[in-house]
């Protein structure tokens, strides 16, 4: 059983290295491709959110590659610079994403809203699970509540992992619909903003998957030795 555990590891590690390769290649691809319109990506956040409604978040620049976020403490749309100065369809379809999030933010998004109530949860326990599951495994046959206690630990940030996925799936709709409807991308080109997003859900998926692969390695160990 612990061999087929290591082959499920090992086909997660290879997903996500070639999920994480397509992404970037695909962003690359259509960081060439320019929209119709010349608008960049700040531009189109700051358009999607005014034709929303919202005039209390403001879009900034971030250092590095796909490091694209929105942060719901500070109320700000942070682009790389990869995609707020670009005018590609890259850019537009990432940039219109993390719009999506500040939507899902001002109309109370509940799969969002309850996202954010367990990030100071899944904070505490990412700071401490692993220190626990490897104490919890040395132990394992003298002290198995120690273990048990890590399961729980890496069982929340499993459940956000999940939770994560409809947050994520939601803003690319938001997106597409948007990006469509404005005419910021047209019938030749929608199709690669829909296929970036989709190739960067997929991260998203895998890492989920890859989560609940090892929280039941970590079960599986702690029944084994309740077992023996």
């Not at 960049?40 to 694209?68: H, P, Y």
């Not at 670009?86 to 969002?112: C, D, K, M, N, P």
């Not at 495994?137 to 459940?159: D, K, R, S």
Request: net charge neutral.
């Amino acid at each position: 059983m612990t061999g087929n555990i290591w082959i499920i590891f090992i086909v997660f590690m290879i997903l996500s290295w070639i999920v994480s390769a397509t992404l970037k290649s695909k962003f690359k691809k259509y960081s060439k491709i320019p929209v119709d319109n010349g608008m960049s990506g700040k531009d189109v956040a700051e358009k999607m959110l005014r034709d929303n409604g919202i005039f209390d978040v403001k879009v900034e620049s971030v250092a590095g590659s796909l490091t694209d976020h929105y942060n719901p403490q500070t109320k700000t749309i942070n682009l790389s610079q990869d995609v707020f100065n670009s005018r590609s369809i890259a850019a537009a379809a990432v940039a219109a994403h993390e719009t999506g999030h500040a939507i899902q933010h001002a109309t109370a998004y509940a799969w969002l809203t309850l996202r954010s109530k367990l990030v100071p949860v899944v904070s505490f326990s990412s700071k401490w699970v692993q220190w626990v599951l490897l104490a919890g495994v040395i132990f394992v046959n003298t002290f198995p509540e120690l273990l048990l206690c890590g399961i729980v630990l890496f069982a929340l940030t499993t459940l956000f992992s999940f939770i994560t996925l409809p947050v994520e799936i939601n803003a690319s709709h938001r997106a597409l619909e948007w990006l469509s409807t404005t005419n910021v991308t047209s019938y030749q080109n929608h199709d690669k903003a829909q296929d970036a997003l989709k190739w960067a859900a997929y991260t998203y998926v895998v890492a989920a998957l890859g989560s609940l692969a090892t929280l039941l390695y970590y079960i599986m160990i702690f029944t084994g030795a309740r077992d023996d």
